[in-house]
C-alpha cells in the first residue's frame, strides 16, 4: 500500500471522508496527537486500526464526535459530565461513561466493556472529517502501538508508512500531549489518565468527590508499558552516560531541551517529538532529567514513567 501525504485543505478532508465511508483508516491531526480515525460504527473498519497498530484487543479505543450533542447519543452521560463537557469541549479531555445501547458503536471499539470513552476534539482538521464523513471516528494515536505517540507527520510515517492509505497533514500538533481521561459517575469522578486538563479541576468542576482507580483497563493509555522507544529509558537524569542522548529540562542542557526557561506549557508539546529525536539517534540509550512532577508535569511523568517500564 502506498501512504499519500495530503496538506490539510477542503479537498484532502474530502478524500479522507472518503475512505473513511469506504471503511478504510486515516491519519489526520487533532490538538493532542495525531489520531489514526476509522469508522467507529464498523467493526471491519476498526479493525483496520488494530491491525496498523498492532494494538492489544483488551485495549479501548477514544471515540471522536463532533459536539456534546452527538455525545448524549451514544452514552448516558450524568449531570456532572455534561457540567464537565460544556467547560472543557471542544479540548483534551475523554470522558468515559456508560454505552447507550442504542449507539451503534462496534464492540471492538470498547473491547467488549459496557463504557465508551468519547472526545469532542478542538482541532479543525478532525472537526472537518467528522462533519464530512457523518460518522463517529474511533481514532487511537497514529502509531504502532506502545510506541513514541505522533506529534508531526514524519512520526506517523516511521511506524505506519505503507500500512495506511492517507495522512492529512496540518503542521505540528499544538498541544502534544494526550488528553485527560475520566471516567464520571453518578457519585465520583475517577482519573484514567492524566493529561493537559487538569484533574482537579475537572473534579471540581464536576462537583463530585474521587473515586479510588480500579486496575482494569478501562482506557487507553492504562498499560504499564506505553509511549516507549526502542532503546532503554533512564529518568531524573543529571548528567547524560556514556552512550546516552540526554533531553534536558531547565538548567538541564542536554543534547536537546524540553523547555530551557522550565516551561511545562513547552515541555508538553515537546516531549513526543524530543523521544523520537532521541530513539533515531546513534546513542545506545535515552537520559531524561527530571520534571516537576505537579500541574502539567503530572501527566509528562506519567508517559515518561509509562516510556521507561
Not at 36 to 50: M, N, Q, R
Not at 171 to 188: R, W
Not at 262 to 277: K, N, P, V, W
Amino acid at each position: 500500500m502506498k501512504t499519500e501525504v495530503l496538506p490539510f485543505s477542503p479537498e484532502a478532508i474530502a478524500e479522507a471522508a472518503r475512505l473513511i465511508v469506504g471503511g478504510a483508516p486515516v491519519a489526520v491531526p487533532t490538538e493532542t496527537v495525531y489520531g489514526l480515525a476509522a469508522d467507529a460504527t464498523s467493526g471491519e473498519a476498526v479493525a483496520t486500526i488494530y491491525a496498523a497498530k498492532g494494538r492489544p484487543s483488551f485495549n479501548p479505543l477514544i471515540v471522536h464526535v463532533p459536539d456534546v450533542a452527538t455525545a448524549r447519543k451514544l452514552a448516558d452521560l450524568p449531570e456532572a459530565a455534561l457540567r464537565v463537557a460544556d467547560r472543557f469541549w471542544p479540548g483534551p479531555l475523554t470522558i468515559v461513561a456508560p454505552l447507550r445501547p442504542d449507539a451503534g458503536i462496534a464492540s471492538l471499539v470498547t473491547a467488549g466493556l459496557p463504557t465508551v470513552a468519547l472526545r469532542v476534539p478542538a482541532h479543525p482538521a478532525m472537526q472537518a472529517l467528522l462533519r464530512a464523513s457523518g460518522r463517529p471516528l474511533a481514532a487511537p494515536s497514529a502509531n504502532a502501538s506502545g510506541t513514541i505517540s505522533p506529534t508531526r507527520v514524519d512520526h506517523v510515517l516511521r511506524s505506519l508508512n505503507g500500512k495506511i492509505p492517507l495522512i492529512v497533514d496540518a503542521g505540528q500538533c499544538p498541544i502534544g500531549l494526550e488528553s485527560t481521561i475520566v471516567a464520571i459517575e453518578a457519585a465520583t469522578i475517577r482519573l484514567l489518565r492524566p493529561g493537559p486538563i487538569a484533574f482537579q479541576t475537572l473534579a471540581e468542576v464536576a462537583g463530585l468527590p474521587i473515586g479510588s482507580s480500579s486496575a482494569a483497563i478501562e482506557a487507553p493509555g492504562q498499560l504499564e508499558q506505553h509511549y516507549a522507544p526502542s532503546k532503554p529509558v533512564r529518568l531524573g537524569a543529571e548528567a547524560a552516560r556514556d552512550g546516552e542522548w540526554l533531553i534536558g529540562f531547565g538548567e538541564i542542557e542536554g543534547d536537546a531541551s524540553l523547555s530551557p526557561r522550565g516551561d511545562l506549557i513547552e515541555a508538553a508539546a515537546r516531549l513526543f517529538d524530543l523521544l523520537h529525536q532521541a530513539d533515531s539517534s546513534p546513542a545506545r540509550a535515552i537520559a531524561i532529567a527530571r520534571v516537576p512532577d505537579d500541574g502539567l508535569g503530572v501527566a509528562i511523568n506519567d508517559r515518561l514513567r509509562r516510556a521507561a517500564a
